[in-house]
């Protein structure tokens, strides 16, 4: 039982690291691309990582891609460009959006409605879309 609330709890020993959740960091913080090493400030890495992703889906190898002799993965994450995040879009009963990731470059104060806006300045938005199958 816990102290403050009498409630059953329990605890899970030697919790593998996939599933620790990651302090988050913030979007003017500048990162290296984890695709080409390019710095860029987490608010934008989303733009960045995207075009890898585009140029990927059409077949289009960019230089900084083959010297490096990377790929991009059958499910990319569009955060960080990597394999292997778990993504999630909630949905509020208010109709409220908001995104929760495993990803080490999902960034604090993230909103989701003003990263789903297109502009002159940002033509791309690679934001996670809600699943109509889930």
């Known amino acids: 039982l816990t102290h403050r609330t009498g409630q059953k709890s329990f605890f899970i020993h030697n919790i593998p690291a996939h599933l620790i959740p990651k302090p988050k ?3 003017k913080m500048s990162v290296p691309c984890l695709i080409c ?3 860029q400030t987490l608010n ?3 733009e960045h990582v995207g075009a890898h992703i585009l ?4 077949h289009v190898n960019s230089g900084v891609l083959l010297l490096l002799n990377m790929e991009i993965g059958i ?3 569009g955060f960080c460009g990597l394999d292997g995040c778990i993504t999630q879009l909630s949905v509020s009963k208010e ?3 908001s995104i929760k990731s495993s990803c080490q470059y999902h960034y604090e104060k993230i909103q989701y409605k003003a990263a789903k806006a297109t502009s002159n300045r940002s033509p791309c938005t690679n934001v996670s879309l809600h699943c109509s199958l889930c």
């Open 25 to 27: 960091l913030p979007g």
């Open 37 to 39: 090493g390019k710095n």
């Open 44 to 46: 934008k890495m989303r």
């Open 55 to 58: 140029l990927a889906l059409r």
């Open 75 to 77: 499910e990319p994450c």
């Open 95 to 97: 109709g409220k959006h």
